[in-house]
Structures are given as C-alpha cells and as structure tokens.
C-alpha cells in the first residue's frame, strides 16, 4: 500500500506517464569539462511524430546515446514505457520496445537491401537462447519474416531495389533500408538520428512522409532528429523540441515553434 501511494506521488511529481512512451527528466551528461546535455526534459507521448532539433554540436546524438543507453548519464533519469532505464544495457532498453538509428547508415554494403532486413537483430533469439534458435530455423518462421521484409520495403516504396547491394543504392534510398532494418524489429518507439541528411529535397519529403504514414499506420512514436530547422517545419510532425547549446530552448507545434521569438532570435539568427 505503502509503494502505491508512493508509486503514485512519483507519478503526480512527473505528470502523466501512462501517455508518455519516452520522459526524460533533467537529463545531463559532462564529457570531461565540456557539458553537451544541460537538464533537458521532454516526452514522447504514444503515436506522436516528433522533430528534435538544433544546430550541430548542440548535443541532439548524446541524448540518443543516454536514452538508448549507450552513454550513462552524468545527471537525470530516462523512462522509457514507465520503466527507469538508466542503467539498462542498450539490448535491455531495445528489449523494452526501442529502436534507433545512427547518424551514419550502418549496412552490410555486400549484401542485397532485402538481405540487409533479414539480418537478424541482436537481441532476435530472446531471452531463451533454444527457443529462440528452434524459431529462427523453422521454415515457416523464416518465410514469413521475408514476407515481412518485402512488405517493409513496399511500405518505404523501395521493393525496386530490394535485389541490389546497398552499395549502388544512393543515400537517401540507404537511410530508406536503414529505417527498414530498424523497423524489422517492430519498434514501438522509433528514435532515427537524421535520417535525411545528406539526401536530396523531393527523397528527403519522401521519407519523411513515409514516416508519418508509419506512425499513423502502426500507432508507433518517432523521434527523429534534423538539423535544419525550415524543413522540419514543413514535415507534419506533431511536435518539435528545440535544442541550443545542449539544452531545449523551447518546445511546441511547428507552428509555435516558427512564432517564437527566442527560437527567430537564436536559431535563425534574428531578423536584422
Ligand atoms: N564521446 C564524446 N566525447 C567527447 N565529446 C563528445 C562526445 N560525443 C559528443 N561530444 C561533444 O558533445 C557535443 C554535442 O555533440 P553531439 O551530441 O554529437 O551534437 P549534435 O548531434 O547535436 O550535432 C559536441 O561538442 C561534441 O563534440
Ligand atoms: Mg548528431
């Protein structure tokens, strides 16, 4: 009864959880003298689309790497489905539902698109190592995940290239099987760390509306991170967080977002 009251304290102190997939709580971490995350807080709320945003070097990567647990926080907590994981392993914090890419695509450049999403993640075995193996070798099993890899591949409009390496896809089709693979998993909570960079304007639009079909589809939660802030405005996420020299400046609708005059004065550089 005692931990029911205090559960619930907990949660009164922090708002409303039950919706939130992701809460990070004054989330700090130090590189030696340098500080790249400085007490930022924001939710992910289920099947929200969100934009995480700011200029490079403004901390967005090192806050993946904390909530994906791949960097201990120096200060703050994550919660990720009302679960602490602030010391949980990046495979334990996968297992909770969450999957993220990085920064630069990681493929298997000799293999085909399609073989790159049947690669197995690496968690595939579960936690008992003979069941899982015993499923991973049935015939049956096998066939319907390359039906799934193929439907991922439709869903992402590139089952064209679904026979050809990675490596004479462009860059914007490898984000594309980059966010496939990652999908593979059936991510509940998505984090992508910019997966247009780099990719030209139409293709870009391209992923970004597949995004939102996803996440309106599936009932998923992105969060993805972009570094330029008009294109971000014009992609129909739900809400944008801006970040500036490692903390949020602000966050809100993208139409707020483009109203506000702290972000017009430190983001885009003000007016004169
Ligand atoms: N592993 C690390 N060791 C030391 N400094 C780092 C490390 N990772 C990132 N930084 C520094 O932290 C700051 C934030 O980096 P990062 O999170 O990659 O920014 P962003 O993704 O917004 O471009 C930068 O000054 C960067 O040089
Ligand atoms: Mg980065």
Known sequence: MLNKISTEEERASVGNLSKSVLSVHNLTKDFGGLRAVDDVSFEVGKGEFVGLIGPNGCGKTTTFNCISGLLRATKGNVEIFNVITNDLPPDQVQKLGLTRTFQHTRLWRDMTSIENLLIPPRNQFGTNPFTGLASFFSPHEEQLRVEKAYNTLTELEIKHMAHNLTSDLSGGQSKLVDIGRALMGDPLLLLLDEPVAGVAGPLAEKIFNNLRKIV?????????????????????????????????????????????????????????
């Open 216 to 272: 309106d589809d599936k009932g998923i939660s992105i969060l993805v991170i972009e570094h330029n802030m008009d294109f971000i405005l014009r992609q129909g996420v739900d809400r944008i967080i801006v970040m500036d020299q490692g903390r949020v400046l602000m966050q809100g609708t993208p139409d707020e977002v483009k109203d506000s005059q702290e972000v017009i004065e430190a983001y885009l550089g003000g007016t004169n």
